[in-house]
């Protein structure tokens, strides 16, 4: 049997979290979420991911910060930027992520770019 | 895609990225800034190549691939730009002719100036920074071909209240599909001031500032660093190419070598006596010179590219965004007092 691709989402709001989570996991991927980005921090350092989604404006350590420490840890691992906000593209720290997503209702852009990066 | 929206009052164009907030106080900025220095990983770095776009220009130790450590200043278009590549855009505007909009066309291109995190610009050798003024003529040239992008912008911002969000030095280039306000005021002014002097404006004041000297911070056998007569900010400054030109493209190889001096000098002093300040500089030059309709006959006369440098020491409030009055506590004279040095040893 082929071995499920493991993501990881980061989302600071509860409800999107689940359901990042729930319509992923439909779609065939095993998908550990976490609304803590600390934890994150934690999950990838124990565990091997195949692609990181993250939210950017959370509390404590913001998506922008995790990505630099993602990068110091494990540098090849793919990520998704999903945020609400436009204006962060002007941070160059984004250009470690692989895409920079806007937050939709329909996840079919954000499927399509799991799909595109990982299968 | 963005779309570029004019206001038909003030005559300015903005860039409408829209994004699908939740709430109004969202576009709050958060209080704390996040450190540009993360010191843990970079994207401009070598060896992260693969996190930038393929390279549209470089200049690279020989024997080394595009793409690959080995250069020296690379430049990539920007990961996820705010304007993207397209055709001339078609001017809409609503029946009442009160609304002006087209599609958010555009070049955006990262410079990395040097393959060195740490190192400034104001730090780097002469031959270094050769190579980046290079570069910048390089790009100017190359994207002036396409003649639907009518300005071509090219700018630095150093610190983050500068807006850099990476230490990593680097610059900018932006080419939009109209030419914008500020630049459209110079040149309807220069027009108006040539056909008054007789002479292209720029020229006349160098040579009035070169004989009075006491605004004038630096000087060689190419360019001049004045303070402006009448200047918004603290210590703020033009350089002025002494070989009169609109575009920044049209520089001579002889020429880069004493931009390269003039800049050395005047980032190493902004550096000195202000203490290592925030900045940004741009360059102000004519439209894309293959524009015909933005180039009529006689810009070539009456335009004159520079820089212009600004070191954020001061911030923008209500009286100068309400009124664009700006009150600077500091006379031009005196910043150039501080800035210039009696023995310019470059």
Redesign the interface.
Known sequence: MKKKKRILVVEDEKNLCLLYREELRKEGYEVVATTDSLRAIELIKKRNFDLIITDI?MPVK?G??L???I??IK?DIPVIINT????Y????????AEA?L???TSLDELKAKIKELIG | MSELRKDIIGGRWVII??????RPD?FRP?TET?KVE?G??C??CPGNEN??PPEVFAIRKRGTLPDQPGWLVRVVPN????LVRGDAPALNRSENNLFFWMEGIGVHE?IIESPDHQREMADLSLAHLEKILETYRQRITEIQVEKQYRYIHLFKNKGPEA?A??AHP?SQLIATPIVPKRIQEELRSSKELKEKFGRCIFCHLIEEELKKGERVVYQNEHFCVVTPFAPRFPFELRLYPLRHSAWFSGIKENEIKSLARTIKFLLGRLKKVLSDPPYNFYIHQGPNPTSTRDCPDGLAEYYHWHFEIIPVLSRVAGFEWGTGFYINPISPEASAGFLRKEKQDL
Not at chain 1, 89 to 96: E, K, L, Q, S
């Open positions: 404006r913001d922008l910060e990505i630099a420490d990068m110091a540098r609400a906000y436009q204006s593209r002007h941070d160059f720290m984004t250009w470690a920079y806007i937050k939709s | 990225a829209a994004e699908r907030s939740r969202d958060k996040r993360t843990k990983f994207p401009f996190k930038t990961k996820f730009p705010a990262v807006g969000s990476l680097h």
